[in-house]
């Protein structure tokens, strides 16, 4: 199965999630070799205005972390992975 291209005026994903979900779509169909060169042509447009959105998304939510970390007039930045508890305010990083 083809897909169409994106109609002009067309819905966007309402969410970070439905737009990575349409760009795996998308990536799918180019890697199977079925589309015309005009439909490969419309899915990559389609897909690095997906790739653009879903990085200034990601980038939004970077920066709300950033500032939900915040503590004492600092900005506490970690690569915490969830194994242990983070660092607690006034205490220093392990």
């Known amino acids: 199965m083809t897909?169409?291209?994106?109609?002009?005026?067309g819905t966007e994903p309402a969410s970070f999630e439905a737009a990575?979900?349409?760009?795996?779509?998308?990536?799918h169909d180019l890697e199977s070799g079925q589309l015309t060169l005009e439909e490969s042509l419309?899915?990559?447009?389609?897909?690095?205005e997906l790739v653009r959105r879903c990085a200034r998304e990601?980038?939004?939510v970077e920066g709300?972390?950033?500032v939900l970390t915040e503590e004492a007039g600092r900005l506490v930045e970690t690569d915490w992975t969830g194994e242990t508890e983070p660092?607690?305010?006034g205490e220093a990083p392990p």
């Not at 349409?22 to 990536?27: I, M």
């Not at 419309?42 to 690095?48: N, V």
Request: no cysteine.
């Open 20 to 27: 990575l979900t349409r760009l795996e779509k998308l990536v």
């Open 42 to 48: 419309a899915s990559f447009e389609e897909g690095m």
């Open 64 to 66: 709300r972390v950033k």
């Open 3 to 9: 897909t169409p291209p994106p109609q002009p005026g």
């Open 87 to 89: 660092p607690r305010s």
């Open 58 to 60: 990601l980038k939004r």
